[in-house]
């Protein structure tokens, strides 16, 4: 016949080691974002995380009581608000891979409605989901350079225009009056 399976109980010692798991990822994070990850099957789950590895970045499902014991008496204690129901949590590890990781978990909650963004804790504040699609709207450090050399450029390169147009007016005068003679 089937053995049905007891359910394991966690000990109070499991239950420490895991919030004492929870506090040393959180001090190697420099941002948290809190997700609802209800709904997602376990091919999208998976689909997810791997896109967060690219970014330096891991999905880890949480105890919603045993995280809140970890960030108890933390700057991260605000963060309650956002605690409840399925709850996961985004660890980002690279402040510099911040915008892309925003941008890849707003694309990939608009693809998947079951993913919902609660909020965070992106650069040293607690931001609620709005704050947090506005910011991932935000262009990114390589854009932005990019669009600043393209105006340092462009002085340049209507002056090398406006100085070549005399002489190469004067060219083609010189050149026609020469066929003429």
């Known amino acids: 016949m ?5 359910k394991h109980r966690i000990t109070k010692k499991d239950k420490q080691n895991i ?3 929870f506090k040393k990822e959180l001090e190697k994070t420099s ?3 809190v997700a609802n990850y209800q709904g997602l099957t376990v091919a999208q789950l998976t689909e997810f995380k791997r896109g967060l590895a690219k970014y330096n970045a891991k999905f880890k499902v949480v105890r919603q009581k045993l ?3 970890a960030i108890k008496q933390t700057e991260l204690e605000n963060i ?3 605690i409840h129901n399925a ?6 590890y690279n402040e510099d891979e911040l915008l892309n990781i925003l941008k890849y978990i707003i694309d990939y909650s608009k693809q998947n409605e079951n993913l919902k963004i609660l909020g965070g804790f992106l650069y040293n504040e607690i931001c609620d989901f709005g704050k947090i699609k506005a910011i991932s709207s935000l262009p990114s450090k390589q854009e932005l350079i990019a669009k600043l050399l393209l ?3 462009s002085p340049i390169n209507r002056m090398y225009l406006t100085l070549r147009t005399p002489i190469s007016s ?7 009056k020469s066929k003429k003679e």
Not at 87 to 92: A, E, F, N, S
């Open 2 to 6: 089937y053995k049905i399976a007891k």
């Open 19 to 21: 919030v004492n798991n």
């Open 31 to 33: 941002s948290i974002i």
């Open 67 to 69: 995280f809140e014991l």
């Open 80 to 82: 309650r608000n956002f």
């Open 87 to 92: 709850i996961g949590i985004i660890y980002c």
């Open 151 to 153: 105006l340092l450029n």
């Open 170 to 176: 004067l060219i083609n005068i010189l050149s026609i």
